[in-house]
């Protein structure tokens, strides 16, 4: 990682000198200080390495708000507040480091949408987290350079596919560099009885994945369409006789009841979740490679394609059909297999494919989700 120069914690070193003449006794301790914040340096140099590689995995890492709780001080309670001075400059170091650090992550919002809470999860932090209106927006912030990373839905284990994500990699092409599973637990919330409850508010998805718990609890009710769980809440927050499918997060946040936990159908409904963005990941050892690509309209193609990732030792994890807009009976195919790209039998693969596809996009090589 790439770091300013000079750095704002470097003067401080130099500040600490500007007290005039001092003692010898005092100016060894205000040496060793001066060491001792060399190496603390050094440490969050580390610190930031690390990081990098826990959001490369998908493991949780401490939040900058809480480094900063714990480190800093105040000149009310420090017994020595001018020689506190250079230690308190010096956590405004750390917070710079993590400044320029930390990175942009755009996703669907707004804030206690699942989409939320799986970038919450797999980056270990709120900071830095750009809601958007929609998918399509996500993606635009990456191509723009707008957000350092993206987190899209990309598959439910109800619903299956997330028509609108997939749409966006046909349209956009955009680097798949993680993925993360999210268990969803919809919740009906409100700030009424359930016997009052007229509208029920949801995104289409969330709707779909309650839609026996609704049929026979709710019969009466009307269900209306919103762009996300999270904007559903808000309207049951605000309109009478509205109740919303959202998350326990979004009710502890708007201050709403939870009339029903866990509504949905299937009790082990699952999200998962690509994280997108411009960098390549590393390989890991428990890698899948996406790819997107098209075929010629002709007998046996997609099957010579099977063939080829059987032929390389490949195991198909995940394969989808999209119609491609304007021709008839044909299609786009979303692909998955485990492995990465670094790997011989994957190029061999890949460099095959090229030749006969029409298309064929790489969409990364990536760690599997947990």
Not at 319 to 343: K, L
Request: hydrophobic share 40%; proline share 5%.
């Amino acid at each position: 990682m790439r770091l300013h120069s000079p750095h704002p914690v470097e003067r401080q070193f130099d500040r600490i000198e500007t007290h005039g003449l001092v003692p010898c006794e005092e100016q060894e301790l205000i040496e060793k200080l001066k060491e001792i914040d060399r190496q603390l340096l050094k440490l969050v140099h580390e610190r930031c390495a690390i990081l990098s590689q826990l959001h490369a995995s998908g493991e949780a890492a401490p939040s900058l708000r809480s480094i900063q709780s714990n480190l800093t001080l105040s000149n009310s309670e420090s017994r020595y507040s001018d020689l506190d001075r250079p230690f308190l400059g010096f956590v405004s170091g750390i917070t710079y480091l993590h400044s320029i650090s930390k990175q942009t992550v755009a996703y669907l919002g707004p804030e206690y949408s699942y989409s939320y809470s799986a970038a919450a999860k797999y980056f270990g932090a709120t900071e830095g987290l750009q809601p958007v209106n929609t998918i399509g927006a996500v993606f635009e912030a990456i191509h723009r350079n707008q957000a350092t990373y993206g987190v899209v839905p990309i598959e439910n284990s109800t619903d299956g596919r997330i028509v609108d994500t997939l749409t966006m990699f046909i349209r956009m092409p955009t680097q798949i560099c993680g993925e993360i599973l999210l268990p969803i637990h919809h919740n009906l919330i409100s700030k009424c009885k359930r016997e009052e409850i007229r509208e029920v508010y949801s995104k289409p998805q969330a709707l779909s994945q309650c839609r026996n718990w609704l049929n026979n609890h709710l019969p009466d009710a009307r269900w209306i369409e919103v762009s996300s769980t999270a904007a559903a809440a808000k309207i049951a927050a605000t309109q009478p006789n509205a109740a919303a499918v959202a998350s326990r997060e979004a009710a502890v946040f708007l201050g709403l009841d939870i009339i029903a936990e866990s509504i949905e159908d299937n009790p082990n409904n699952v999200t998962r979740f690509a994280i997108i963005g411009n960098e390549t990941a590393e390989q890991t050892g428990d890698d899948k490679t996406s790819i997107l690509f098209q075929v010629p309209h002709k007998p046996g193609a997609l099957a010579d394609v099977m063939d080829l990732l059987r032929d390389n030792g490949l195991n198909l994890t995940w394969i989808e059909s999209f119609p491609v807009p304007g021709a008839a009976n044909e299609y786009f195919f979303f692909v998955e297999f485990d492995g990465h790209r670094m790997q011989s039998q994957v190029q061999a693969a890949l460099s095959s494919l090229a030749k006969t596809a029409i298309r064929l996009d790489f969409l990364g090589s990536y760690a599997k989700g947990r």
